[in-house]
């Protein structure tokens, strides 16, 4: 079976990425889900894409942790938006996130540098 067109090329976070790719936008200011999906689509360079069905159940098991905390205000549309911004124990899951996901990373990378003779 072909894949579809717009999935070809898709990409699937590790279990948990999510999550700290949204604690890592919010580090920089609180947003409303869409410029959340758009920060981590720009930093990415267009790589990373997070469907709505992904991002919303994501902020709402962050908010329920108290990683984040939400209130509705008004978007640059003057639309009626909910933004969600960092508490404090959100910045240092984020940082013990960060910590594991440079190990992970670079086991990966080494892993894949890795080159064995094959038996």
Known sequence: MKPREPYRN????VQGTLDMLI????KWGAQHGYGIGQAIRAGSEDVLRVE?????PALHRLEKQG?????WGQSE???????????AA???????????WGRVSAA????????????
Do not use: C, D, F, P
């Open 77 to 87: 549309n003057k639309q009626r938006a909910k933004y969600y911004a960092l508490t």
């Open 23 to 26: 604690l890592q936008t919010l």
């Open 90 to 100: 959100g910045r240092k899951h984020l940082a013990a996130e960060q910590s594991r």
């Open 67 to 71: 990683w984040v905390k939400s209130e």
């Open 108 to 119: 990966i990378a080494s892993l894949m540098k890795t080159q064995r003779s094959e038996a």
């Open 52 to 56: 709505t069905g992904s991002l919303y």
């Open 10 to 13: 898709r990409i699937e976070m």
